[in-house]
């Protein structure tokens, strides 16, 4: 493995295929991140259009990390939230490449995404995760404070209810709003 890279991704078709095999190897292997399995490149594909579009105009920021020119891990941080939530960003789509994991590549990516967000004058992350082989440990290693369990929350993506675990965590100064 090379240096690894982070850098914000923009919607070229290269990119745009690269996340799409990237999201359905994440959850052929059981990733929760919003879809079922068998994910159709189609689905992926309309999916990363979308989002590098809102990214585009400023809604997200979605980060790549890069083992040479492959891309291997993706996190995005959600910024277009409603008028009475200009302080808040939220943590979305957290993937990693199965035989790119546990080498602190999503550690480096959420780092990432938190000095954006205060950047962008954001004083309070939120995210959610799948109880069920999610990222908790994660979150909670990087300061991200658990608010509680909601059971049956979503379908794990081969079948099956999984509950979401809420976490927090203040960030930057707290900007006067």
Do not use: C
Not at 1 to 27: C, F, H
């Amino acid at each position: 493995m090379s240096e690894i890279k982070i850098k914000p991704l923009n919607g070229t078709p290269e990119t745009i295929i690269a996340l799409s095999v990237m999201l359905i190897e994440v959850v052929a292997n059981g990733g929760s991140v919003g879809f079922m399995h068998p994910l159709s490149p189609v689905e992926a594909i309309n999916f990363w259009t979308g989002s590098l579009a809102a990214a585009d105009s400023g809604e997200r920021i979605v980060l790549g990390a890069f083992d040479g020119d492959e891309p291997v891990a993706t996190v995005t941080l959600l910024l277009g939230l409603p008028p009475n939530q200009p302080h808040r960003a939220e943590i979305a789509k957290m993937m990693t490449r199965i035989n790119h994991r546990g080498k602190g590549i999503a550690k480096a990516l959420l780092q990432a995404a938190e000095r954006l967000a205060v950047e962008h004058k954001r004083s309070l992350l939120v995210l959610d995760t799948a109880q069920d082989e999610g990222a908790s440990g994660l979150y909670e290693k990087q300061g991200f404070n658990l608010t509680g369990i909601i059971p049956d929350y979503a379908l794990k993506p081969h079948g099956g209810l999984t509950a979401t675990m809420i976490y927090w965590k203040r960030i930057g100064a707290h900007y006067n709003i």
